[in-house]
Nanobody, 121 residues
Framework: QVHLVESGGGLVQAGGSLRLSCAAS????????MDWYRQAPGKQRELVAG???????NYADSVKGRFTISRDNAKNTVTLQMNSLKPEDTAVYYC???????????????WGQGTQVTVSS
């Protein structure tokens, strides 16, 4: 089976930084897009940043210039560096990826369990 596991959330003051990491494990052939979503209480889940297998990135307008997404294809990991954090960045952050498992050979979307990011004012 394939799994995504996030790490790196926590509590930080406004203006601070956090680094989220997500690692894919299991029997997989290939990972296509890798994305970070977030969901704040009472709000819909929203795309924060995404990166293709070739390294093309995209960001939500609210995080442009503050967040940076990167990936290591050799290690099957994706990282979200978050700088200049604001209280409105408080949310549960989820890693997601389109993965081709060895068992099926069919691209499927996988989600991590989520990690809490809390930014205090």
């Amino acid at each position: 089976q394939v799994h995504l596991v996030e790490s790196g959330g926590g509590l930080v003051q406004a203006g601070g930084s956090l680094r989220l990491s997500c690692a894919a494990s299991g029997r997989l052939c290939w990972i296509n897009d890798m994305d970070w979503y977030r969901q704040a209480p009472g709000k819909q889940r929203e795309l924060v940043a995404g990166i293709t297998s070739s390294g093309t990135t995209n960001y939500a307008d609210s995080v442009k210039g503050r967040f940076t997404i990167s990936r290591d294809n050799a290690k099957n990991t994706v990282t979200l560096q978050m700088n200049s954090l604001k209280p409105e960045d408080t949310a549960v952050y989820y890693c997601t990826a389109q993965i081709v498992p060895t068992l099926t050979g069919i691209p499927s979307d996988y989600w991590g369990q989520g990690t809490q990011v809390t930014v205090s004012s």
